[in-house]
């Protein structure tokens, strides 16, 4: 695999109407097979008044993951033109759902597969594409004395982190995997060994 890999950088949206049905696309970035289903899961719950929410989703995963789902539609006809718009743009930890309004017209199987993916273009489109290297996450936990020096380290190299302040204090770090074990050496120094990693 890759080092870096196209995704998109946040969440998207796309409306559109056609012969009377409504079609909504939503794409977002999604590092496991969980965060996508739980994002069609979060879709399918918002618009369950919906006729249609048509799923896909490719998570960078050995092997590949990839899903889609036509939610009803004729066969062939969502799931898998969403999914190929995905292939197509060669994006990575993303996830697509389509909501589809029925508006009393029939589409047929290639409009409704012309409908799905323009659905899914536009919605990524609105996101925008980005080149991602793969990230580590892990916990730092130091002692009080210890934080500053970290979150010192932590603002000055850009890393994205989250710290809570209890007995200890913890960082969460999201790191890209390259310079994963170069930030863990730098704190281990700074702290003569004392952070505990997980």
Do not use: W
């Not at 946040?10 to 559109?16: E, I, L």
């Not at 496991?32 to 249609?52: G, L």
């Not at 002692?143 to 989250?162: A, H, K, P, Q, T």
């Amino acid at each position: 695999m890759n080092e870096s890999y196209r995704t998109v950088d946040g969440r998207g949206q796309a409306t559109f109407e056609i012969s009377g049905s409504e079609f909504i696309g939503h794409v977002s970035p999604a590092e496991t097979v969980a965060a996508a289903e739980q994002f069609v899961d979060a879709i399918s719950e918002e618009y369950s008044d919906a006729t249609h929410n048509v799923p896909a989703y490719r998570v960078r995963a050995k092997p590949l993951r990839e899903y889609a789902s036509d939610d009803s539609e004729p066969s062939g006809s969502a799931g898998k033109p969403a999914l190929n718009v995905l292939e197509q743009e060669e994006l990575e930890n993303v996830v697509a759902v389509v909501t589809r309004y029925y508006g009393g017209t029939k589409l047929g199987v290639g409009g409704l597969a012309r409908a799905y993916s323009r659905g899914v273009k536009e919605a990524i489109e609105d996101a925008e594409i980005v080149e991602e290297r793969p990230h580590e996450r892990f916990s730092i936990t130091v002692e009080y004395d210890d934080s500053g020096s970290v979150r010192g380290i932590l603002e000055s190299e850009g890393v994205e982190f989250e710290a809570s302040y209890e007995a200890d204090v913890c960082f969460d770090v999201r790191v890209p995997k390259p310079e994963a074990s170069e930030l863990r050496d730098r704190i281990r120094s700074a702290t003569s060994g004392r952070a505990a990693f997980e």
